[in-house]
């Protein structure tokens, strides 16, 4: 039997002729009105990007803007495939050290300038230069040679087999020809980016918006959406406010929104929900050059007194799941037997006695040396459900004597005044989870210098070797072992307490369409998405 549904606005009837069980019938189907360019998408985030030259920037607000202005090699399809992207194909070799990429010959930079391998080759090496302050120079280094053969070719060679070569080279490639022989720090480029993707930097108003524009000549065809209008909105109250108004089209909503404040008509007319499991985690991170988590029994003993449950039911009203370590349930690199953490307070005032820690004065507060156990928790204004989970971490500790203060921080100065100079004592923060499982930038020792990802300063060197052999064999077998083994060392250790993995929960004006929801999520499509000509709101000026 086949279902259509005819919504006001949306479709327009079309008869077609079906046959059923009972003989011939005259349905009506959902016929959309074609793709028109123009239009805007304004959309609202609750942190200004830090930095639009992907490899200087860690922030995921960064990274949301260069992703439409950027392209790399190779990047993935709706169904989680690698395909090329600038890269038109590519060879590997049979012992997996070679990649031949052939690249398009047909692509321009935003200034006009064409696109070559010479620009890829730039990329690698300033990527690699120790002069160069990024946290993703660890792929490239596993690169023994890397040369543009001509124009249009670009080979590297690797010395030992390395898992993630191949989409390592999604990473953003950046134009030669205003980089080459100047210091990147300083580049204009960081604040107006120049790349070959499907949408042009327009302008940046700190603190306000960050606004794109349509690439009329992108190699896979122009975006019907004329721009992208990104609105810094701290107060994802606030933001709730400019979206029923409907002066922003798209936004993450919070569980209570997409649950109870958008279950009334004007949304269900005006907006379409998304919902699905995210590829991220949300987690408690210490500071383990702080003298009070340096013994690992304290961490598990506050992992214990955590009540996840009480989280995912009660902030995140059960969207989501529990986390039990740095990958998503469900895919093939998750161990689903590491050790839990179930909200035990009386295990957790036991591991902390075992550590020292005594209430000596009998008022509550735990003990040792003569200073009671006392931090502050960090996380960043804007993000509701972060600060909540604050809330109830710091009510469970105070139950077993730990005295836990919150600190709600702007995001730019979160991220560049405390995380980027490790001025924390913990951090409720989330990680993207990548397709690869290679965690190796996020836990290894090796990356813990200044704006590099491993700012907790976790350093186990079985976790290293894991990450390494994980990292160095191509078969998926083999590097499951070592990620099992893995996650089984960060549920002993403990330098995490892991709380989450959210439901992504995406509201967007109806006026959009295109937008079709796959295993990769939503976004994969974004120059597919248009608006009907009669239905279109703004227009870019070019």
Same mark, same amino acid.
């Given at each position: 039997?086949?279902?259509?549904?005819?919504?006001?606005?949306?479709?327009?009837?079309?008869?077609?002729?079906?046959?059923?069980?009972?003989?011939?019938?005259?349905?009506?189907?959902?016929?959309?009105?074609?793709?028109?360019?123009?239009?805007?998408?304004?959309?609202?985030?609750?942190?200004?990007?830090?930095?639009?030259?992907?490899?200087?920037?860690?922030?995921?607000?960064?990274?949301?803007?260069?992703?439409?202005?950027?392209?790399?090699?190779?990047?993935?399809?709706?169904?989680?495939?690698?395909?090329?992207?600038?890269?038109?194909?590519?060879?590997?070799?049979?012992?997996?050290?070679?990649?031949?990429?052939?690249?398009?010959?047909?692509?321009?930079?935003?200034?006009?300038?064409?696109?070559?391998?010479?620009?890829?080759?730039?990329?690698?090496?300033?990527?690699?230069?120790?002069?160069?302050?990024?946290?993703?120079?660890?792929?490239?280094?596993?690169?023994?040679?890397?040369?543009?053969?001509?124009?249009?070719?670009?080979?590297?060679?690797?010395?030992?087999?390395?898992?993630?070569?191949?989409?390592?080279?999604?990473?953003?490639?950046?134009?030669?020809?205003?980089?080459?022989?100047?210091?990147?720090?300083?580049?204009?480029?960081?604040?107006?980016?120049?790349?070959?993707?499907?949408?042009?930097?327009?302008?940046?108003?700190?603190?306000?918006?960050?606004?794109?524009?349509?690439?009329?000549?992108?190699?896979?065809?122009?975006?019907?959406?004329?721009?992208?209008?990104?609105?810094?909105?701290?107060?994802?109250?606030?933001?709730?406010? @400019?979206?029923?108004?409907?002066?922003?089209?798209?936004?993450?909503?919070?569980?209570?929104?997409?649950?109870?404040?958008?279950?009334?008509?004007?949304?269900?007319?005006?907006?379409?929900?998304?919902?699905?499991?995210?590829?991220?985690?949300?987690?408690?991170?210490?500071?383990?050059?702080?003298?009070?988590?340096?013994?690992?029994?304290?961490?598990?003993?506050?992992?214990?007194?955590?009540?996840?449950?009480?989280?995912?039911?009660?902030?995140?009203?059960?969207?989501?799941?529990?986390?039990?370590?740095?990958?998503?349930?469900?895919?093939?690199?998750?161990?689903?037997?590491?050790?839990?953490?179930?909200?035990?307070?009386?295990?957790?005032?036991?591991?902390?006695?075992?550590?020292?820690?005594?209430?000596?004065?009998?008022?509550?507060?735990?003990?040792?040396?003569?200073?009671?156990?006392?931090?502050?928790?960090?996380?960043?204004?804007?993000?509701?459900?972060?600060?909540?989970?604050?809330?109830?971490?710091?009510?469970?500790?105070?139950?077993?004597?730990?005295?836990?203060?919150?600190?709600?921080?702007?995001?730019?100065?979160?991220?560049?005044?405390?995380?980027?100079?490790?001025?924390?004592?913990?951090?409720?923060?989330?990680?993207?989870?990548?397709?690869?499982?290679?965690?190796?930038?996020?836990?290894?020792?090796?990356?813990?210098?200044?704006?590099?990802?491993?700012?907790?300063?976790?350093?186990?060197?079985?976790?290293?070797?894991?990450?390494?052999?994980?990292?160095?064999?191509?078969?998926?077998?083999?590097?499951?072992?070592?990620?099992?083994?893995?996650?089984?060392?960060?549920?002993?250790?403990?330098?995490?307490?892991?709380?989450?993995?959210?439901?992504?929960?995406?509201?967007?004006?109806?006026?959009?369409?295109?937008?079709?929801?796959?295993?990769?999520?939503?976004?994969?499509?974004?120059?597919?998405?248009?608006?009907?000509?009669? @239905?279109?709101?703004?227009?870019?000026?070019?």
């Amino acid at each position: 039997m086949i279902k259509r549904y005819l919504e006001k606005g949306v479709c327009h009837a079309d008869k077609i002729l079906l046959q059923t069980t009972t003989g011939w019938a005259i349905k009506t189907k959902c016929v959309d009105k074609p793709p028109a360019y123009g239009d805007i998408l304004v959309r609202g985030d609750i942190g200004d990007a830090s930095n639009l030259i992907p490899i200087l920037a860690s922030d995921s607000p960064s990274h949301s803007i260069a992703s439409m202005v950027y392209n790399g090699l190779v990047k993935y399809d709706k169904d989680m495939n690698i395909v090329g992207d600038l890269a038109e194909s590519w060879d590997i070799s049979k012992n997996g050290l070679v990649i031949t990429f052939k690249l398009r010959n047909s692509v321009r930079w935003h200034d006009g300038k064409p696109f070559n391998a010479a620009d890829v080759l730039y990329t690698y090496q300033v990527t690699t230069d120790p002069k160069t302050p990024t946290a993703y120079a660890g792929d490239f280094l596993k690169v023994k040679k890397a040369e543009a053969l001509d124009d249009y070719t670009f080979r590297v060679t690797y010395d030992k087999p390395f898992a993630p070569a191949l989409i390592s080279w999604s990473s953003a490639v950046l134009p030669r020809h205003l980089l080459a022989g100047k210091d990147i720090t300083k580049s204009p480029l960081s604040r107006h980016p120049v790349g070959t993707g499907p949408y042009k930097f327009r302008e940046w108003v700190a603190g306000q918006k960050i606004v794109l524009v349509s690439n009329e000549d992108y190699f896979e065809g122009r975006p019907y959406i004329d721009g992208r209008i990104t609105r810094i909105i701290p107060d994802t109250a606030t933001m709730f406010l @400019e979206l029923r108004a409907q002066n922003i089209g798209m936004m993450g909503l919070t569980p209570l929104q997409y649950t109870r404040q958008t279950d009334n008509n004007l949304f269900k007319e005006n907006f379409n929900k998304y919902r699905y499991l995210a590829f991220a985690y949300t987690y408690l991170g210490y500071n383990l050059k702080n003298p009070l988590f340096t013994d690992k029994r304290v961490r598990q003993a506050i992992s214990y007194a955590v009540n996840k449950d009480e989280i995912v039911s009660g902030v995140l009203l059960g969207l989501g799941k529990l986390a039990t370590g740095p990958y998503k349930p469900g895919t093939w690199a998750y161990n689903d037997k590491v050790k839990i953490y179930n909200y035990d307070p009386a295990k957790a005032r036991d591991l902390m006695k075992q550590a020292g820690w005594t209430d000596i004065n009998k008022d509550g507060i735990l003990e040792k040396d003569g200073r009671p156990f006392e931090f502050e928790i960090l996380t960043n204004q804007g993000n509701e459900t972060r600060q909540k989970c604050a809330e109830i971490i710091q009510r469970q500790l105070k139950e077993i004597g730990i005295t836990a203060k919150i600190r709600i921080v702007e995001w730019s100065a979160f991220v560049t005044d405390f995380i980027n100079k490790r001025r924390f004592d913990a951090v409720i923060l989330g990680w993207t989870i990548p397709l690869d499982p290679d965690a190796y930038d996020v836990w290894h020792s090796s990356k813990t210098a200044p704006e590099e990802l491993n700012f907790i300063s976790y350093n186990n060197p079985e976790a290293d070797e894991m990450l390494d052999k994980g990292r160095s064999t191509f078969n998926q077998a083999e590097r499951k072992k070592y990620y099992d083994r893995f996650q089984e060392i960060l549920a002993e250790d403990q330098p995490y307490t892991f709380l989450y993995v959210p439901d992504e929960l995406i509201i967007i004006s109806k006026r959009f369409r295109g937008v079709e929801p796959a295993p990769i999520g939503i976004g994969y499509n974004i120059i597919k998405w248009y608006v009907p000509k009669d @239905e279109q709101k703004y227009s870019m000026t070019r």
